[in-house]
Structures are given as structure tokens and as C-alpha cells.
């Protein structure tokens, strides 16, 4: 990530809608309508060309009838003129190739993004969960999305979609590390304001967890608190909102997930001989904590605890990192902790919010039902 993005100034907003503008102005002018382009693609013909050309990056008019096995020239030649330019295009020595749009097409068609349908048993993960912290989280697989749920306290951590070819190929053991890894990508990504669906410019912003977001059912009733405390309009979870301004993916999670790549954390575990990657994103610890000190303008204290010594990051409402320290526990009272529970702010509105209550990860890509954690 850009130290710019993480840890720098500048208007969020501002450079957001400058790069929406240049985007808009490097539009090509009496561009394809969508319902056009992708009309172009109908048929197993056309298909069957881009397929080729796939496998062989060039090719004749006559390789490519020879190739999908069409039945006339004369037919076919109609078939590739619907495809040319748009998908393929014809190079000065006469041979055809694919445009970058053709190899985008011929990519989704390898990997069965638009056909193909994963379902999988549920299988254990060696990990504890994170709101009952009890033995017992499950990763089941239902049309390409990866729910991880607790058996015990029945809680839904997270619905993650992961692509299909993320799955093939990969045993039980092996696709619940595809996600995390899958996963910590797009996060990433997002954070540092590219889309990783289409590169567009991305906004951020701190908020409230709605209850839309919070528990496994997508009623508003999350799961209970483990440590028995209750809710308020004063103590709800604070989460990051990443959303982009181009083709409209979101994502949502708890502000700690934001911080896994950053340099301070990465040096904190570093140090303590640790690797914060061998945490999975539906577990990352019990040693983070998420903290409100400011609801205006927005300040969330995250710290992270290991052996005696504390990191403690402050997160601005653009999700920025505006400063970091570092403390010894053992050299300070634990009531002057930034992120104890028992402490609060002159007003009394701040509130401790550990990653355990909040969640795990929710990204809007209409591929699941709302719930704890979608992708």
C-alpha cells in the first residue's frame, strides 16, 4: 500500500472524483452499447473463436474455420465480423488475434465464472471462533460462496464468494487458505483505492454497523455478546466502508482487517516473532481490539497486544492511519491503555469494540444473502 493513502494528507473526496473525471473523459466516443457487446458473443461459433485464438494467440480465416469446425466460409465470415474489433481483431499480415476484451472473455471462459457452480460438505477448521472462542468453525461451499460458521454457538463468522477456479483443484484442507488469501487481496486492493474488480477510483469511510450487517440470519439479531454485556446506541461496532464509484462493488469489515498490511502491525508482530498472514481473516486474534475515542469527526483506536507490549493505531474517518505508538504494558497502569475497556473519553461516547464482536468481513457483490460477512 501507498504511504500516501495510508498514512498521508489530502482530500479523499476531491482526488476520488478527479480520477472519476479523467476516466469519463478517456471514454472512446460511439462506444458499444453492453446489450450489443455482449449479443456479440452469442452463439457456440463465436465462442468457438475466441476459444481458438485462446489457444493459439494467431490465426488465419482458414485456421479458424478449420478450428471450430463451421460447416461454410461464407457463414462463418458473418460470425467473425460480429467479433471483430470488439473481441478480436485482424492484424496487418492478415492473422487474427484477441483484442484485450476477447482475452478477458476467453479468461472467463476457461475459469467458469458464468457457468460453473460449487457445492461443498462443510469441513473443520482448526481455528476457534471469534464469538464464542470455542472449538467448532466449518467452512461449507453453496454456489461458489464459503460460508464459515461455528457449530457450537451456531453464529455466522463470514460469507465469502471465492470464484470457481479457486475451488478446482484444491482439496478441503486447501480453498479455506484460497479465501483468506483471496480475500486479504481485495481488502488490500480497496484500501488503497483501486477496485479490484474493475481498477475503478474507490471511496472510504468509516460507520456504524447496521443491523443488516450484524449476525448470521440478516434479521438484525446478531450474536449475543460472549462477554454479557448488551448494546446501545452509544456501543454499536464501527466498520470500514469501501465502495466504487464505477462499476459499484462494495466491501465492509471491521477496521482492524484494514490495518493486517500495515507497516507498523507487520513490524509489531515481526518482533515478537510472529506473522500476522498466519492469522486467518475470520480469526485474526484475540489480541485486537477496535475502539470509538470520536464519532465527529471520526476516531477509532485500534491496538493489538503481544507479550506485555501494545501497538495502538488511530484511525481517521477516512479510514486513514493518522498516527501509530507503540507502549509497554508492564511499564504502565492498565487503566491508561487506549483501547481498555474500562476506560472512555470525556464525554462517555467512546466504547471498546474488539474484532471478536464485530464480525468478521462483509463485501456486497450480490453473490449472497446478507448476513454476518458477505462477499
Known amino acids: 500500500m501507498t504511504d500516501g493513502r495510508r498514512d498521508g494528507g489530502g482530500d479523499g473526496a476531491a ?68 467479433l471483430t474489433d470488439r473481441f478480436v481483431r485482424q492484424r496487418e499480415d492478415e492473422r487474427y488475434e484477441l483484442t484485450d476484451a476477447g482475452r478477458s472473455v476467453a479468461r472467463a471462459l476457461r475459469a467458469g465464472i458464468y457457468t460453473a457452480s460449487v457445492d461443498r460438505e462443510p469441513v473443520d477448521l482448526p481455528d476457534p471462533c471469534p464469538i464464542c472462542r470455542e472449538d467448532g468453525l466449518v467452512a461449507a461451499v453453496a454456489d ?4 464459515v460458521g461455528c457449530e457450537r454457538c451456531d453464529g455466522t463468522v463470514l460469507r465469502l464468494s471465492l470464484p470457481p477456479g479457486g475451488y478446482a483443484g484444491r482439496d478441503s484442507d486447501e480453498f479455506a487458505d484460497a479465501i483468506d488469501a483471496h480475500h486479504r487481496r481485495r481488502i488490500e486492493s480497496f484500501d488503497d483505492g483501486v477496485c479490484p474488480e474493475c481498477a475503478g477510483a474507490v471511496s472510504t469511510r468509516i460507520e456504524p454497523v447496521a443491523d443488516g450487517d450484524r449476525g448470521g ?23 470500514t466502508v469501501y465502495d466504487c464509484e464505477t462499476c459499484g462493488a462494495d466491501l465492509r469489515c471491521p477496521v482492524a482487517l484494514t490495518l493486517l498490511d500495515h507497516p507498523a502491525v507487520v513490524a509489531f508482530y515481526h518482533d515478537h516473532d510472529q506473522d500476522v498472514r498466519d492469522r486467518p481473516i475470520w480469526n485474526v486474534g484475540s489480541e485486537w481490539r477496535e475502539r470509538v475515542v470520536s464519532r465527529d469527526p471520526w476516531c477509532i483506536v485500534v491496538g493489538v497486544r503481544l507479550d506485555g507490549d501494545e501497538l495502538v493505531c488511530y ?31 470525556a464525554d462517555g461516547d467512546s466504547t471498546a469494540v474488539s474484532t471478536d ?14 448476513g454476518a460477512a458477505e462477499s
Open 144 to 147: 461458489n460462496v464459503t460460508e
Open 315 to 345: 484511525v481517521a474517518g477516512d479510514g486513514r492511519v493518522v498516527d501509530h505508538r507503540r507502549e509497554s504494558r508492564d511499564d504502565a497502569p492498565a487503566a491508561e491503555s487506549a483501547t481498555d475497556d474500562t476506560d472512555a473519553n
Open 357 to 370: 464482536d464485530t464480525e468478521g468481513l462483509r463485501a456486497n457483490d450480490g453473490a449472497a444473502e446478507s
Open 15 to 82: 482526488d476520488t472524483e478527479s480520477a472519476i473525471a479523467t476516466a469519463s473523459d478517456a471514454e472512446t466516443p460511439g462506444a458499444a452499447a453492453p446489450s450489443d457487446a455482449f449479443g456479440a458473443l452469442g452463439g457456440e461459433t463465436r465462442l468457438a473463436v475466441v476459444r481458438a485464438l485462446d489457444a493459439a494467440s494467431l490465426r488465419t480465416f482458414s485456421d479458424l474455420v478449420d478450428a471450430t469446425g463451421a460447416d461454410t466460409s461464407a457463414g462463418f465470415a458473418y460470425h467473425l465480423r460480429q
Open 217 to 239: 440470519d440478516g434479521d438484525g439479531d446478531g450474536p449475543s455478546d460472549p462477554d454479557g454485556g448488551g448494546e446501545d446506541d452509544e456501543h454499536v461496532p464501527v466498520q
